[in-house]
């Protein structure tokens, strides 16, 4: 089992949910974040300059059966490429899941 | 001068200039966090230039001389006289300014979340300043309609529907939102964000509404005719609001709190051109097509694949034109209609006559709206970049958040 977290701009959910709808994975958790950019952004309010340094961005976190894994990155990143190929995928082993209801582990826990 | 009349018109005007807070809310609650302040900034800046083009121009087109295509006289409104006796020219012309406000701020909703700023502020100071004033020469200024018998009470075609039609030409010539449809053509949903907002902004129309066609008696001298202009504006929406629940109800499978909202707005456009001439039982079936036509013709611009993002065109221009052409149904001599409608054995000649003037005013305010549409995509371009659209347009063309410091969970 691996958890892939991806980090993606907002307005990138939509292009993304489709590539992964069209991949057949359908379960997934988003969180809405703040995220720091490289460069920060000039902005003026009431006349005042300010610089503003967290941007929002979304979190995805995906848990796979290893076998998912490769075709969740192929279609994320075709989703996040379709609409401005911004973004990181992180991938991390996840040692253990259990199904709440049926007490099921492991795969058999997704 | 007559002082009660005075403080009767000066009370509507300010009611009708408080529709422009009903609209903000509305409109504001009916777009996506990210475009918030941009439309409430459409909202506030569309009303001044209305202000201000009707002042210089607006009011000299509309009520100068009395020619039948245009009036000519009276720019910056000198050397013009009131049109109501006893009533000073200045009041009047406030009660028509925020009337050309009213058909400006329309157009505002259904080009919202991706109509530049810049291209908007040309279109509202040409709409207030010629197109509005134009179409209210003929209806109200003398003009060739009005001596045909023509009969718009308030503004159910000369405010309402005209407004509407720039919308729609507008949301046509800008194409849908980016998502709002799907590739194969199906309709998606692009939620507002703030139904309590939107709520608000209907019942601050609703209020306003009492001024818009109440006032529109201009003097309080026939009580009777104050009391019937004002039971109907009330029975209309309310049983407009029933009718878009019910229809709502029954294609949807739950009664849909937006519709019902925009059925009130429908309600309330479709009485505006009879509320003076027809009696409490016709304005409950005025209200009752009102609500349900607004509900079918949202599906309507669906189909045609029109993203209407507030739904103007249904509840200003459907419900306009239905009530403007009511008028030709129900409208009676006994109460003050110029020609007897079919219901009261008038046969059909006011109904001919109600459609050649929704007709004509709506043929020259698309044809009109069009070419000022297309002279602003070249000069300046209609449609916000892919980029602004996607970010918002209040970053993008305003460099501000209207949540700051919010946490917005968006569920596209």
């Not at chain 1, 709808?21 to 006349?47: K, W």
């Not at chain 2, 197109?131 to 003398?142: D, E, F, L, M, S």
């Not at chain 2, 079919?342 to 020259?364: K, N, P, R, S």
Request: proline letters at 2%.
């Amino acid at each position: 089992m691996k958890q892939i977290t991806v980090y993606i701009k907002q307005d990138q959910l939509p292009a993304v949910k489709e590539a992964l709808a069209d991949a057949e994975i359908y379960h997934f958790t988003v969180m809405p974040v703040l995220g720091t950019a490289s460069n920060a952004e000039q902005r003026t309010f009431r006349g005042v300059e300010q610089r503003v340094t967290l941007f929002k961005r979304m979190r995805m976190e995906l848990i796979l059966k290893d076998s998912s894994v490769e075709l969740a990155i192929e279609a994320i990143s075709k989703g996040a490429m379709n609409s401005g190929g911004f973004g990181r995928i992180f991938v991390t082993d996840i040692v253990d899941a259990v199904k709440i209801w049926t007490g099921e582990r492991g795969d058999r826990a997704l | 001068m007559n002082a009660l009349d005075t403080l009767w018109i000066l009370l509507c005007m300010i009611l009708v200039f408080f529709m422009q807070a009903g609209f903000g809310m509305v409109e504001a609650g009916l777009v996506r966090t990210k475009n918030a302040g941009n439309v409430l900034m459409k909202n506030l800046v569309d009303f001044s230039f209305a202000i201000l083009g009707y002042f210089i121009f607006g009011y000299a087109i509309m009520y100068g001389s009395d020619g039948l295509l245009v009036g000519t006289t009276g720019w910056f409104l000198s050397g013009m006289e009131s049109p109501v006796e006893g009533v000073p020219l200045e009041v009047f012309w406030l009660f028509q300014a925020v009337f050309a406000g009213t058909a400006a701020t329309i157009v505002s909703g259904a080009v919202a979340e991706r109509m530049k700023f810049t291209a908007y502020l040309f279109y509202s100071f040409i709409i207030t300043a010629f197109i509005y004033p134009i179409v209210g020469h003929w209806v109200w200024g003398g003009g060739w309609l009005a001596k045909l018998n023509f009969y718009d009470f308030a503004g159910s075609t000369v405010v309402h529907a005209l407004g509407a039609v720039c919308a729609f030409i507008g949301a046509w010539m800008l194409g849908p939102r980016y998502g709002r449809f799907a590739k194969d053509g199906t309709p998606r949903l692009i939620q507002g964000h703030n139904m309590p907002l939107v709520a608000m902004g209907v019942f601050i129309l609703w209020f306003g509404w009492y001024g818009f066609n109440a006032g529109s008696t201009l003097s309080l001298s026939d009580p009777q005719l104050v009391a019937r202009v004002a039971i109907n504006t009330t029975l209309s929406p309310a049983v407009a609001v029933l009718a878009a629940m019910v229809v709502s109800w029954l294609k949807f499978g739950k009664p849909d709190l937006s519709l019902a909202l925009n059925g009130a707005l429908g309600g309330l456009v479709g009485i505006t051109a009879s509320a003076a001439v027809v009696n409490s039982g016709s304005s409950i079936v005025i209200g009752l097509v009102s609500g349900a036509l607004v509900v079918f013709s949202i599906d309507w611009l669906n189909k045609i694949k029109v993203d209407d993002t507030v739904g103007a065109v249904p509840v200003h221009g459907v419900c306009g034109i239905f009530g403007t052409l009511s008028v030709g149904i129900f409208g009676s001599t006994a109460l003050g209609a110029p020609l007897e409608g079919l219901f009261y054995g008038g046969g059909f000649g006011a109904l001919g006559i109600q459609a050649l003037g929704v007709f004509a005013c709506l043929g020259f305010t698309a044809i009109s709206i069009w070419i000022v549409f297309l002279a602003i995509k070249s000069i300046v371009g209609l449609r916000v970049s892919h980029e602004t659209e996607l970010r918002g347009l209040d970053i993008e063309e305003h460099g501000m958040e209207s949540y700051s410091g919010f946490q917005i969970f968006t569920t596209e």
